[in-house]
């Protein structure tokens, strides 16, 4: 199992990255860095590619709407060269919230749109004459002159790789369905191990009835906040505000995924009074509304025993990387518990 790590977006980066020098030798594999409505995740991953030597990056997500599919290959292609082939395209269709209200695009088609990217993006890296052959992504040209661009192009400098890793970022059931299709990797958010087979089992197992078996298996990351001692429970409080702000708020009634995500597993109650909270402007009430049990299913945090049968779990249900954020006071706490939790999963 991969040990990876999200940086967060709401400030000290600089100092983030700092530090990651040290967590790389204390057995970091992948660093995350996310896209949501802040600085661009590119110029950071860029900036941690210069600074680090051996640690993957991955953008966590970079959105489908926000660029077109060939600088979404550009993009990747430039940031696995500077890397030295280290780099992951993470994609993600994200939601209305953000799509619409904060890029000003139409949320429309993110199933059909998202293979067309991950098509379009693989032909870039093999470096092929590009022809745009999709429905969302093709010039029609007037009567006689067929469709597509007049003079296909490919791509002028030569990728490290020409298969560049693609994770996916995806909740509902034919988005998952696709992922398991034709991705490298899969993200979903909220991840309960004691539920993922119930909530996406039959999706992932008809996307990889059509899977290519030279994509390899599905890597499958999992998110967890991380903290291990006899007096750190109360740090699952801390996920409270972050849980509220994507069940009740992203999204209008009946177009918030991760509310849905919420009642697939079992809360409908509970989503639906957090929503209607969090829409009301009532947060903090919003927040008292999370379920306990899912703070603590999608956490590794608590004494040292409970922390290794969560990550057991976690493995067991399908994970192949964890992606955690370690909770602590300092960089040497957040130091050892990358070296704890590397130590656990080699035990595994």
């Known amino acids: ?19 990651l020098a040290e967590y790389e030798k204390a057995g970091l594999d992948i660093v995350y860095v996310a896209e949501a409505y802040s600085f661009d995740a590119v110029s950071q991953l860029g900036y941690i590619a210069a600074k680090t030597e051996r640690l993957e990056i991955a953008s966590g997500i970079l959105q489908i709407y926000s660029r077109t599919p060939t600088l979404l290959a550009m993009t990747a292609a430039g940031l696995d060269y500077v890397s030295g082939g280290r780099f992951t395209l993470g994609i993600g269709a994200s939601g209305p919230q953000v799509i619409e209200g904060f890029h000003g695009v139409p949320y429309t088609a993110p199933l059909a749109r998202t293979r067309e990217i991950i098509d379009i993006c693989r032909k870039v890296w093999r470096r092929e004459r590009l022809q745009h052959e999709g429905t969302h992504y093709n010039i029609p040209l007037p009567a006689g002159q ?56 039959e999706a992932l197992a008809a996307g990889k009835s059509r899977r290519d078996p030279a994509l390899g298996e599905l890597d499958v990351v999992g998110q967890a906040a991380l903290a291990i001692g006899d007096d750190v429970t109360d740090y699952l409080e801390f996920g409270r505000p972050m849980a509220a702000l994507y069940i009740g708020g992203m999204g209008a009634k009946g177009k918030n995924f991760y509310n849905n995500l919420c009642r697939r597993y079992g809360w409908e109650k509970e989503a639906e009074e957090i929503q209607d909270l969090y829409l009301a402007g009532k947060k903090d009430e919003a927040a008292a509304k999370v379920p306990y049990e899912l703070l603590e299913k999608m956490s590794l945090i608590g004494p040292e025993g409970h922390v290794r049968e969560r990550l057991a779990a976690m493995k067991e249900s399908g994970v192949t990387t964890l992606n955690i954020t370690p909770v602590a006071g300092d960089h040497k706490g957040r130091l050892a518990l990358i070296e704890k939790v590397k130590e656990m999963a080699a035990d595994l």
Do not use: S
């Open 146 to 201: 067929g469709t597509g661009l007049g003079k296909p192009l490919k791509l002028i400098n030569h990728p490290v790789r020409p298969d560049i890793p693609v994770l996916v970022a995806a909740i509902g059931p034919k988005n998952v369905e696709l992922t398991a299709e034709i991705a490298n990797g899969w993200e979903p958010i909220f991840y309960l191990p004691e539920k993922a087979g119930e909530v996406w089992g």
């Open 1 to 19: 199992m991969r040990i990876g790590m999200a940086l967060n977006y709401a400030g000290g980066f600089k100092e983030t990255v700092d530090e």
